[in-house]
């Protein structure tokens, strides 16, 4: 019994040491709209955000960032670029892939900016 519940308590600390700001960018699964308005709320709730993403999904996330830069919603704090080892299911012997993770804080303007949005939004939704 004392070993199932140490596991248990294991468990739930591997959880709480994953970031809870960080949103995992596939260039597949979502549009691209998705994952900016995503980061949107993840700013407004954590003040800052981390896109992540492997190989191909790479361009969307520098999408995704420069969309957030260029309208006024983000800056960027950190960039960083590594390649981590993944096993390939065919094979089952490890691959090398590219992976970026791109941090952004929210604007000065953030705020204003979306509050502005909120307002379009209803005053769309009214006219209809």
Request: hydrophobic share 40%.
């Amino acid at each position: 019994m004392e070993g199932i519940t140490e596991g248990v308590n294991n468990m739930s600390l591997a959880v709480d040491s994953q970031r809870k700001n960080r949103i995992q960018v596939s260039n597949t699964k979502k549009p691209l709209f998705f994952y900016v308005n995503l980061a949107k709320r993840y700013m407004q709730q954590y003040t800052d955000v981390e896109l992540s993403a492997l190989g191909m999904a790479i361009a969307t996330v520098v999408t995704v960032a420069e969309i957030l830069k260029n309208s006024g919603f983000a800056v960027e704090k950190k960039i960083m670029t590594s390649t981590v080892d993944i096993k390939d299911g065919a094979r089952g012997r490890p691959v090398q892939k590219p992976k970026i993770e791109i941090t952004l804080a929210k604007s000065e303007k953030f705020d204003e900016l979306m509050a502005a949005a909120n307002e379009d939004k209803e005053a769309a939704e009214a006219q209809e």
